[in-house]
């Protein structure tokens, strides 16, 4: 007569080699695929048609690294120190001179309350820095004037742009609205800059005027 409790573990056993959870559960072994090998691979060929890094020399990065320390550190108490330095720090191309303008017109913009002081850096720096080799035309002041004129018109655009809110969830807006904030204040100190700059002889009242008539005509539209 066979042993009932011999067939019992015997039965548990194999029912644990089913994965039952018993102690004899065999694990399972995957078969990764291998990668077929690229025979017939052809390295990357260089063309002239992609994307080039713009160069720029190390001497200009150097200057425009200290033109925006020295304006960082711009404040009345030190002004005249640090207009020696600029002047002398290397503004030798159109370029830099370009550069310059650029780094005063961030700073006008984004702090309106130094507003007269930028552009009284901007009456000196017209007056003291002498650059050889440039053409007549090719100067701190008409470049300042373009510059002027180029953010007026996108500021003011940018303030007075419409765009619709319908269909924009609540979190949407609100970053539409700061934007708009943005721009709207960007326009404001633009136009204090230009105000600045006017008090000091670098604009003529004309460009004054035609500010004006551009601002009063697009507040009677949105009337």
Known sequence: ??????????????RGGRGGGGGGRRGVRIQTPSMPLLTNFKPLEHTDSGWKRPVVSDADSKVLFQINDILNKLVASNFEELLKE??????????????????????????????????????????????????ADTNFRRLLLNKCQEEFETNKWKANKKISREGLSEQAIQELEAHADKDRLAFMGNILFIGELYKQNMLHARIIHACILLIISDAEFDC
Do not use: T
Request: hydrophobic share 40%.
């Open 86 to 135: 600029l002047i002398h720090v290397g503004i030798i191309s159109e370029k830099l001179l370009k550069d310059l303008i650029d780094a005063i017109f961030d700073r006008a913009l984004k702090q309106p309350k130094w507003a007269a002081l930028y552009a009284l850096l901007c009456r000196k720096v017209s007056d003291q820095l002498v650059i050889p080799g440039l053409p």
């Open 1 to 14: 007569m066979p042993n009932q409790g011999q067939g019992r573990s015997s039965s548990s056993s194999r």
